[in-house]
């Protein structure tokens, strides 16, 4: 009896993790937190917003690993060039993106799109081949693809808002402040000529329905 207590203890503390878990320090028995066992997504209450819930995640962790690889190929051809640090400096922001999809995503074991491997490669050619055009090249894509990020997450905010904001809170601040900062980028992009590029216009409604067109399969697939 003891011992099945004990393994079904075992097992509990497995489930809700280290971080919620102290020992007596008298009996050295485990003891349960009253600290919730979630940081930003709440345990779902049904299927239904389970499946929502898991659709925002895939999602937004394959935009951002995309956003990634994107900046990944404009460093590959700018990176020693003055504009470098620059790219860099945006690359770097993406990769804290990135990682905070990438925990919140195995704290939730929502599994990722299939179509990762796609990105990846799609990602990196689209950066390479735009930063090739120069300067200007580069930071019209950057505008294109940060104007489709915050206005998705846009989307998302107005969508969890009418939903319950309550409940969302900590999802709502993260994604809030990834859409800051990809409007950040936007604005970068513009105020370091990206409509000085001939053709700028064409190339952002092709990048933007490229954009488009993986944001609904990433939900999905």
Same mark, same amino acid.
Request: charged content about 25%.
């Given at each position: 009896?003891?011992?099945?207590?004990?393994?079904?203890?075992?097992?509990?503390?497995?489930?809700?993790?280290?971080?919620? #878990? /102290?020992?007596?320090?008298?009996?050295?028995?485990?003891?349960?937190?009253?600290? /919730?066992?979630?940081?930003?997504?709440?345990?779902?209450?049904?299927?239904?917003?389970?499946?929502?819930?898991? /659709?925002v995640l895939?999602?937004?962790?394959?935009?951002?690993?995309?956003?990634?690889?994107?900046?990944?190929?404009?460093?590959?051809?700018?990176?020693?060039? /003055?504009?470098?640090?620059? #790219?860099?400096?945006?690359?770097?922001?993406?990769?804290?993106?990135?990682?905070?999809?990438?925990?919140?995503?195995?704290?939730?074991?929502?599994?990722?799109?299939?179509?990762?491997?796609?990105?990846?490669?799609?990602?990196?050619?689209?950066?390479a081949s735009?930063?090739?055009?120069?300067?200007?090249?580069?930071?019209?894509?950057?505008?294109?693809?940060?104007?489709?990020?915050?206005?998705?997450?846009?989307?998302?905010?107005?969508?969890?808002?009418?939903?319950?904001?309550?409940?969302?809170?900590?999802?709502?601040?993260?994604?809030?402040?990834?859409?800051?900062?990809?409007?950040?980028?936007?604005?970068?992009?513009?105020?370091?000529?990206?409509?000085?590029?001939?053709?700028?216009?064409?190339?952002?409604?092709?990048?933007?329905?490229?954009?488009?067109?993986?944001?609904?399969?990433?939900?999905?697939?």
């Amino acid at each position: 009896m003891q011992r099945a207590a004990h393994t079904a203890l075992h097992d509990w503390s497995r489930v809700v993790g280290p971080a919620l #878990i /102290r020992q007596c320090s008298k009996c050295r028995a485990p003891l349960l937190l009253s600290a /919730r066992a979630y940081s930003v997504i709440p345990p779902p209450r049904d299927a239904e917003e389970r499946e929502m819930l898991h /659709r925002v995640l895939r999602v937004d962790h394959a935009g951002e690993y995309g956003a990634n690889r994107i900046y990944a190929g404009q460093m590959a051809v700018l990176g020693r060039s /003055r504009t470098g640090p620059l #790219i860099q400096e945006m690359w770097d922001q993406e990769k804290k993106h990135l990682a905070k999809f990438n925990e919140i995503m195995a704290e939730n074991r929502v599994r990722p799109t299939a179509l990762l491997p796609l990105w990846n490669v799609a990602g990196f050619v689209l950066g390479a081949s735009t930063a090739l055009l120069g300067k200007e090249g580069a930071m019209a894509c950057t505008v294109a693809v940060e104007e489709s990020i915050s206005e998705h997450y846009n989307s998302q905010i107005r969508a969890l808002m009418e939903e319950d904001p309550d409940r969302y809170t900590e999802l709502l601040k993260v994604i809030k402040e990834f859409r800051d900062d990809e409007l950040e980028h936007h604005d970068t992009g513009l105020e370091h000529d990206a409509e000085s590029l001939p053709g700028f216009w064409l190339l952002k409604n092709a990048i933007q329905l490229g954009c488009k067109a993986a944001i609904y399969v990433s939900q999905r697939v």
